[in-house]
């Protein structure tokens, strides 16, 4: 029974008797991400509503939840305390939160915006300026973790602005994370995350290699599962996720190729504006552009191990 009952009568009552108010919340963004810490965030009764630019989707949750569906991320800022967006890259947040009927049309004054999306450092400092020049407030808070850690609410969250936002953000986002870490000032969550990530694209490109090696060497693919899952020291949560993928070829998206590819490029323009070398991450962003050459863009991106078939 979905629409009954988002919050405990028990926990309505006590917060009433505390003299508790709930902070209202809104979710830009029904993605694979979006869309758990919406339902999470609805499931713990603080979610007003949501809105998605396919707006199908976005009226599903809606139905399927019981929440307000707005027509605009303008309309959604000015009926809610916090915005949350999770949205794909740069130009996906820029047009949500600048753009024509975009966040800054209808922010109140006071309101916080917390972007968990994976962006550019850069372009989330510019944008958090523009929300102060409104009188909100933002934080980038870029997330560790799939969507299963969403649903398991084990999210590990990099949050970069001011202490006060961060623990507004925090009240927010321990309804879905594990861990919520205060890195800095604004863009400092997402160069946390992006140094995360410049690992994770090499390392999954690594696997994939050894996953190759290990067939042709003749070893059973249940060896070569017990080896790089359970014995490697070098084994990690991401081997134990990916490796069965490469093994089964089922890449049903955890964490789509276009987004890693977008991540790496990321990496790769900050590190350059630096004159860091990064060679592990330069090459390894090589081959998740040949997997979107072949296609592969909307696949987990355990799938460039494609990219060594041919
Ligand atoms: N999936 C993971 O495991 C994971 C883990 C860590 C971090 N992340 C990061 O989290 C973010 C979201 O990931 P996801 O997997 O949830 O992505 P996703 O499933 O591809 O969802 C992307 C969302 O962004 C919206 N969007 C894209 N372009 C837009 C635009 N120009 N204007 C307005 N909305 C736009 C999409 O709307 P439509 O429905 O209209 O397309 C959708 O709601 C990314 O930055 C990703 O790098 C993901």
Known sequence: MPNEYPKSVF?????????MVDVRVGVIGLG???WRIARNLRDDGLLVGVYNRT?????????????EVFQSPAKLAGAVDVVVTMLSDDDAVRSVIAGNDGVLSGLRSGSLVIDMSTISPTVSVELANMVRSRGGNMVDAPVIGTSVAVERRELVVLVGGSEEAFNRAREVLRHTARTIIHVGP???????????????????VALAEVVQLGKAFG???????????KLS????????????????????????????????DIVNR???????????ASLALQFYRMAERLGLSEEDFAAVLKVLLR
């Open 32 to 34: 694979v991400m979006g």
């Open 233 to 264: 020291s070098a084994r990690s949560p991401t081997s134990e996720l990916k490796v069965p993928k490469m093994l089964s070829g089922d890449y049903s998206v955890q964490f789509a190729l276009k987004h890693m590819r977008k991540d790496l």
């Open 55 to 67: 707006v199908d989707k976005a009226v599903r949750f809606g139905r399927e939840f019981g929440v």
């Open 11 to 19: 926990k309505l009552v006590i917060d009433a008797v505390l003299g």
């Open 270 to 280: 900050e590190a350059s504006a630096r004159g860091v070398p990064i060679p592990m």
């Open 186 to 204: 604004n863009g400092y969550g997402l160069y946390a995350k992006l140094i995360n990530n410049a690992l994770l694209g090499s390392y999954v």
């Open 219 to 229: 070893l059973s693919d249940s060896v070569i599962l017990e080896v790089l899952t």
